[in-house]
């Protein structure tokens, strides 16, 4: 998507060689019309898998799993990271680790939201080490609902995540793929 490549170029920093900064437009700040543009794009990419849900993991997915909701008439959910004092005993479960938090938590969605029924799409802001996208497959997987697929904004393809999802045989759909980068200096794939 040559508007978001333009936009990370633009306003995204390059911390070092594995970290960019785009909160000033997509995980802090965001962008309202770039987000739904973005959620338009997944809905096109997968417009013929009968999609009846969208998955995330709060918080930075969000945006992104609404706009696509949207766009497919669907609702979406997002895993929570955090048990809370109104949620039931009934969910389902993964240990993810974040890279950018560098800390490991349990995510949850409760079991009464996706069902064997459902088609799945997950949709996330960056796809590096996959972790994330991962514990999302196995809580779809754990619903017995089938996946259709994988949406990432940003992807970074110098890192293993990719091939995590591969592996387990996800398609996956990255709106904008980084093959390498480093401070002052970016290159898309």
Same mark, same amino acid.
């Given at each position: 998507? #040559?508007?978001?490549?333009? #936009?990370?170029? &633009?306003e995204g =920093? !390059? +911390?070092?060689d594995?970290v960019?900064k /785009?909160?000033?437009f997509l995980?802090? &700040?965001v962008?309202?019309? =770039?987000?739904?543009? !973005?959620?338009e794009?997944?809905a096109? $990419?997968f417009a013929g898998?009968?999609?009846t849900? /969208?998955l995330t ?11 696509? $909701?949207?766009a ?7 895993? #929570? #990271?955090?048990k809370t ?8 479960a @993964?240990?993810?680790? %974040?890279f950018?938090?560098?800390?490991a938590?349990r /995510?949850t969605v ?10 799945v ?5 960056f +796809? ?10 196995d809580i779809v997987? &754990? %619903? ?5 697929? /994988?949406?990432?904004?940003i992807?970074?393809?110098?890192q293993?995540?990719?091939?995590l999802?591969?592996?387990r045989s996800?398609? !996956?759909?990255?709106?904008?793929r980084i @093959?390498s980068?480093?401070p002052?200096r970016?290159s898309f @794939?």
């Open positions: 998507m #040559k508007r978001l490549q333009d #936009k990370i170029r &633009q =920093l !390059i +911390l070092s594995k960019l /785009v909160d000033s995980n802090h &700040q962008d309202t019309e =770039l987000v739904l543009a !973005i959620g794009e997944f096109a $990419a898998d009968g999609i849900k /969208v993991i709060e918080a930075s997915g969000i945006q992104f799993a609404m706009a696509t $909701a949207i497919l008439k669907v609702p979406f959910i997002y895993a #929570k #990271k955090k004092l109104t949620q039931g005993a009934h969910v389902y @993964a240990d993810v680790y %974040s950018t938090k560098e800390e938590y /995510v409760d079991q009464s939201f996706l069902t064997p029924e459902d088609t799409l997950i949709v996330d802001d +796809l590096a080490t996959g972790a994330a996208l991962v514990g999302l497959a997987a &754990q %619903s017995g609902a089938s996946l259709a697929g /994988v949406g990432c904004v992807e970074k393809s110098f293993e995540g990719r091939s999802l591969e592996q996800i398609r !996956i759909v990255s709106l904008a @093959a980068m480093s002052g970016i @794939a």
